[in-house]
């Protein structure tokens, strides 16, 4: 039997092939997982996240619209996950968002309010959103193969990286949400951890200005010597998903090849 045959879930965030929450996804599957998927509203966001659930082998996959920003959306979405499901086993939350116009070494201190409440709100409030509305589901997940909630972050959220700026601020929010809903979860039965990974080339990373330095900086400065791949952090997905990781809740997993260890 596989790691994570039985269990159904959730994952919000799969852009395109190059995704971290395709990488997630693939694991998952791989792993015995059922999976239901949301996509960016707007035919060319579905048509791009329907092509990307394609080469998964999913010719018809269970796909909603949501805008995680949007109270409707969110309550629209998982509406629909509870009719179709009784239970939700894993809940993967792979979104960010900041105007790239802020991610640029010299400009956090120009950040306006409105740049900076929506970066938190889309990159670090939805985790809360999410949970509330999945909570049923999960409780019922929880008593029925586990229930495991992860988060996307960056290290840049702990220590400055110049250029990440505002979603820094929004990937701090974001960490520490992580461990007050794994606490008040925790007594359903409910896991909530982080996956802090390594710089991956995707839509949301090309935002970032000065990356490409980071991408040529990681493989001289890590331990492994190498820059993370999507499916290092799919197989840390499956393990957060499985009983592998039945005692674990509240954590930050780093999976960067070790970068973060380093001080010079
Ligand atoms: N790529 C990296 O180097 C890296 C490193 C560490 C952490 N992360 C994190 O991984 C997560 C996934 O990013 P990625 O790098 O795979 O890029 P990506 O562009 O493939 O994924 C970002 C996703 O966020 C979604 N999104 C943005 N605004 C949204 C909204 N309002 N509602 C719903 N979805 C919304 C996009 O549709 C997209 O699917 C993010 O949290 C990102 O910060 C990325």
């Not at 120009?110 to 999960?138: I, K, Q």
């Not at 929880?142 to 820094?168: H, R």
Request: hydrophobic share 45%.
């Amino acid at each position: 039997m596989k790691l994570l045959e039985g269990r159904t879930g959730l994952i919000v965030g799969i852009a395109n092939d190059r995704s971290y929450a395709w990488y997630i996804a693939q694991a998952l599957l791989e792993a015995g997982a059922r999976c239901a998927f949301t996509h960016l509203p707007g035919e060319k966001n579905e048509r791009r996240t329907r092509r990307a659930l394609e080469e998964l082998g999913l010719k018809d996959p269970w796909l909603v619209p949501m805008d995680a920003s949007k109270d409707e959306d969110l309550d629209a979405a998982f509406g629909r996950y509870a009719e179709s499901f009784e239970k939700m086993n894993f809940l993967v939350h792979s979104i960010a968002f900041a105007d790239r116009e802020w991610l640029a070494p010299g400009k956090f201190v120009e950040t306006p309010r409105g740049a900076y409440l929506s970066a938190v709100d889309v990159s670090a409030y939805t985790l809360v959103g999410m949970c509330r509305r999945a909570r049923p589901m999960l409780a019922r997940g929880a008593a029925s193969g586990g229930a495991a909630v992860m988060a996307m972050s960056y290290y840049g959220g702990e220590k400055v990286v110049p250029g990440y700026n505002v979603m820094g601020v929004a990937k701090a929010a974001l960490e520490c949400s992580a461990r007050y809903l794994a606490w008040e979860l925790g007594a359903e039965g409910i896991r909530v951890n982080v996956i802090s990974g390594g710089y991956l080339r995707t839509l949301a990373s090309s935002a970032v200005g000065g990356v490409s330095e980071m991408e040529e900086a990681v493989p001289k400065r890590a331990p492994l010597r190498r820059n993370v791949e999507g499916a290092d952090v799919g197989r840390t997905a499956v393990y957060l998903a499985s009983d592998l990781s039945s005692g674990v809740s509240g954590e930050t997993i780093y999976v960067d090849c070790g970068v973060n260890t380093v001080g010079l």
